[in-house]
């Protein structure tokens, strides 16, 4: 029997961002590369699909292919979730498992979508759910049904209906949106004339916080993005930046210049309780919390050069972290704390590095030379940052073992500063 799932209240209204306008500008995606065990898997059209206005078994084939994780059976078949499989004629295409199901319109406007995922090798279901959602949520609804097959078939959640942010430049306006993974559904969340710098989500993807010039000075800003309300968090005498969430949403890390030389602090997320971190001659900037919330990432020429450091979130003594490279700067931590990515300069090339902090094995992921600001996928097996392309910011994602590579553009404008959002509960 399938299972009835509801799309929660905070994922529609972050889905809709309501009050915000829709950006004209669209994200193209090229993909290259693939994992190193993919999984052939058919997904046959559901039945009554054309109801819908985008068909979901598209995006359901898009979301998987571009994980890099799967190989797509052409299926050229209509099943619903009820037809009767003949698991060993599926088994002679090749394919591990099969996706089907249907589409029905409701009598209020909204559609009935049902799925199953069947092992064809044990010929048996392996999962299934069904969603009633309005018409604005269909692809929304795809990409949770590639959440399930991604993590009922690799064991590991699926990033398919998370959010991404990121600053895009256009002539001389900057806007902050916000866009599905995949760059559709693109929305903008704030215009500016003044440079939008650093955004980071809050833990639950409600919020993002954001450094912004609109004062001719840079200020740090949490914006509500259902309400689109804004809360000053940080502006104090001199620099106000690097806003990091800590993993339970209740403060931020940031870097002020406010008694002299740039440290660490950390700060309430509506503002207040402001506490010094580090204490140094040195330049201390570009905080990250450790997953576990206790510690603090962070950059640090103190040794002669930029590196990156951790510290206790009370202080102390920090510990050397980076030692390959003379020039490692924005160090962003995996949801489960394993692994360290950051941008390392060698022979002139600004190239994104991985460390694995228990065996200090390092590995470089991008082939590109201007690359900045990376941001981890809330499960961890990617790492979206900010290259150029053609003298454009544009975006790229790669896995965390330098197989799958992702590029996003768009025609017109820079895009940078990109933040993966957190997994919607």
């Known amino acids: 029997m399938l299972k009835k799932i509801a799309v929660t209240a905070v994922i529609a209204a972050v889905a809709n961002l309501s009050g915000f306008a829709a950006a004209n500008a669209q994200i193209r995606v090229e993909v290259s590369g693939v994992g190193s065990n993919q999984i052939p898997i058919a997904i046959a059209a559901f039945t009554d699909e054309a109801l819908t206005p985008q068909q ?46 249907s589409v029905q319109s409701l009598a209020d406007g909204r559609f009935d979508v049902r799925y199953k995922l069947l092992d064809t090798v044990k010929s048996s279901t392996l999962s299934g759910f069904a969603v009633s959602a309005p018409p604005a949520n269909i ?23 998370t959010r991404i942010a990121y600053v895009t430049k256009a002539g001389s306006e900057y806007r902050l949106e916000v866009a599905d993974a995949d760059g559709e559904g693109i929305k903008v969340a704030l215009r500016s004339a003044e440079p939008i710098i650093s955004p980071a ?97 962070f950059l640090s020429d103190r040794s002669g050069g930029p590196q990156i450091y951790k510290i206790s979130v009370d202080g102390g003594e920090p510990k050397r972290v980076t030692f390959s490279g003379s020039y490692n700067i924005t160090p962003r931590i995996s949801p489960d704390g394993k692994t360290l990515a950051y941008i390392s300069r060698r022979e002139g090339k600004f190239q994104l590095y991985a460390l694995d902090l228990a065996s200090g094995q390092e590995l470089r992921l991008s082939d590109t030379t201007k690359d900045e600001s990376p941001s981890f996928s809330p499960n961890g097996r990617y790492i979206m940052y900010a290259t150029e392309s053609g003298r454009r910011g544009s975006l790229a994602v790669v896995s965390i073992d330098g197989k799958v590579k992702q590029k996003l553009t768009v025609q017109a404008g820079d895009i940078r500063e990109p933040t993966w959002g957190p997994f919607m509960k």
């Open 56 to 101: 979901v078994t598209s995006i359901i084939k898009d979301d998987l292919t571009r994980s890099g994780y799967f190989k797509i059976i052409d299926a050229n078949v209509v099943l619903n979730e009820n037809a009767v499989v003949n698991f060993g004629d599926w088994k002679s295409k090749g394919a591990d498992a099969l996706v089907v199901g």
């Open 139 to 161: 692809r929304l609804t795809a990409h949770k049904i590639a959440d399930d097959i991604y993590e009922k078939l690799t064991g590991v959640r699926g990033i398919f209906s």
């Open 201 to 297: 989500w809050s833990p639950d993807g409600t919020k993002v916080a954001y450094v912004s010039f609109e004062k001719r000075k840079p200020v740090i800003l949490v914006q509500n993005l259902v309400t689109g309300d804004r809360t000053e968090v940080a502006n104090f005498k001199g620099n106000n930046s690097a806003p990091a969430w800590s993993p339970d949403g209740s403060k931020l890390a940031v870097a002020l210049s406010r008694d002299g030389q740039t440290q660490i602090f950390t700060v309430s997320a509506n503002g207040g309780n402001l506490q010094k971190v580090t204490s140094s001659s040195s330049i201390d900037t570009e905080p990250q919390f450790a997953a576990d919330g206790q510690s603090i990432y």
